[in-house]
């Protein structure tokens, strides 16, 4: 018997049913819960189709004016402050840009007047390129609802608004703000002597936490030091140990996901992962045929509500030994994988956040090795973490696998931070996936394309799903 479904490797269960399980369960959080912004927009009544004006349009001028009055000034200043550091960040011509913006605005203090168009025309220019670099796609961040991705606004837009608004000065800091954490980070950088190792590692991780917005109540899971906080209001409010993918299994590791939690879900099963299911074949072909009923096991048709229980004496465990093509199910109990309560999120490695019968892992002795997973994220304190999310009225039930809708959604972030000052203190650590390598060429090439004039505008989209 083989089962018509495919699974993928990663965390404990990832399947095409179970995909589709959760995003049923995504869609039944969207009518249940107030719609998230852009849902909101998409469900707006829509005004009547109005036609063009056949009227000529008023010419967008193509510079900002940063040189005429003292809110410009202020604006240039606290733009060109920025570019002097933010090499640092990856934006390589950002000291260049600095040195030469200076530089105008002392001709322009002399009494040069087309000192004054000139500087108009580079700070523009380099205000939109560094807006555009801090809001372009993360490429190693698997987006799993567009609730949960930065907002950018494109050159066009930029242009107007500093041309409309009030005061620029207050724009460009708006605009240029990325979140606390990565304000945290830089400072804390900024003020230390670096290395250049801890310098790559800066730049690497703070590439990574512009790939989520500030948020007034938010989850962020950070791989490397295997912990996890709960912020409010841009404050850490609590925190706690995780376990993360093993370092030393490729498929196992722990993707970089922006995403959303919806519901949380009680006395869950656990879907064993394919490469497991070989391991339980081996252990059943190798004589212990109580090995499935033991551990409370089910072999069924499919991951979900209507699964059929199979006679397991009927499956061909030989091939599944070569394959691991095979469902297989364990019952809520103190054995179960997931523990009591598990909190999914849309993503398509089939991620989530889960309970643990293991306790072992969360000791000292484990600190900074706590890579233990599947590639899922086991909680030191799973309730507590699920209190939170229920603000105290965490439900409770004895049934088997029953869901139930927090009462506001929120957002969570799993990243990768090399250095962070997530405590105020900068701290650096083990690159344990080997990823700073690959995010620093992606930087590397970015600014050898803009050194050769292609702008991040004429590049290809950056794909933010694998």
């Known amino acids: 018997m083989k089962s018509p479904f495919v699974l993928s490797s ?23 819960l107030p719609m998230a912004p852009a849902a909101a927009q998409d469900n707006a009544p829509q005004p009547g189709i109005n036609l063009p004006s056949m009227a000529p349009q008023p010419t967008v001028a193509s510079t900002l004016d940063w040189a005429s009055d003292a809110d410009g000034l202020a604006a240039a200043n606290h ?36 000192a004054a168009a ?6 523009t220019d380099a205000f939109l390129d560094y807006a555009e670099f801090l809001q372009s796609p993360v490429s190693s961040v698997l987006y799993g609802d567009d609730w949960a991705r930065p907002p950018r606004m494109g050159r066009g837009v930029l242009l107007k608004n500093g041309q409309a608004v009030p005061s620029l000065e207050q724009m460009v800091k708006s605009t240029l703000r990325i979140n606390k954490l990565y304000d945290d980070l830089k400072q804390a950088a900024l003020s230390a002597e670096l290395d250049d190792e801890q310098k790559a590692k800066v730049t690497a991780s703070l590439n990574r936490v512009r790939a989520f917005p500030q948020r007034g109540r938010f989850v962020l899971v950070d791989s490397v030091t295997q912990r996890l906080w709960m ?8 925190h706690m140990k995780v376990v993360v993918g093993d370092r030393n299994v490729a498929f196992q590791h722990t993707p970089e996901i922006s995403s959303v939690i919806y519901y949380s879900t009680h006395n869950p099963y656990w879907h064993v992962p394919p490469h497991l299911v070989q391991k339980f074949a081996t252990k059943i072909r190798g004589g212990d045929k109580t090995f499935l009923s033991r551990n409370k096991y089910q072999v069924v048709d499919q991951f979900g509500d209507n699964s059929t229980v199979l006679d397991a004496s009927k499956v061909n465990w030989a091939e599944v030994e070569k394959t691991g093509d095979l469902l297989i199910r364990q019952l809520p109990s103190p054995l179960n994988s997931m523990g009591d309560i598990k909190f999914n999120f849309a993503n398509p490695e089939g991620i989530y956040l889960h309970d643990t019968p293991t306790r072992e892992y969360f000791e000292a002795k484990y600190d900074n090795r706590r890579d233990q997973s599947n590639g899922c994220i086991r909680l030191e304190d799973a309730f507590r973490f699920g209190r939170w999310l229920w603000n105290g009225n965490l439900p409770d039930t004895a049934e088997i696998e029953k869901h139930f809708v927090i009462p506001e959604p929120v957002p969570v972030f799993v990243t990768y931070l090399t250095a962070n000052a997530v405590d105020g203190q900068l701290a650096f650590g083990t690159d344990i996936y080997n990823r700073d390598g690959a995010t620093l060429a992606q930087v590397a090439a970015r600014n050898a394309r803009v050194a050769n004039g292609v702008t991040a505008t004429q590049e290809a989209p950056v794909p933010t799903m694998r």
């Open 10 to 32: 990663g965390c404990p269960y990832i399947s095409i049913v179970m995909n589709h399980s959760h995003r049923l369960f995504s869609l039944f959080a969207a009518i249940a």
């Open 79 to 114: 733009l060109i402050g920025l570019l002097e550091t933010a090499d640092l960040e990856g934006f390589g011509e950002g000291p260049m840009l600095a040195a030469q913006a200076r530089g105008l605005l002392q001709q322009m203090a002399a009494g040069d007047a087309a």
């Open 118 to 123: 000139s500087a108009d025309r580079l700070l």
């Open 231 to 238: 912020f409010e209001n841009g404050q850490v409010v609590d």
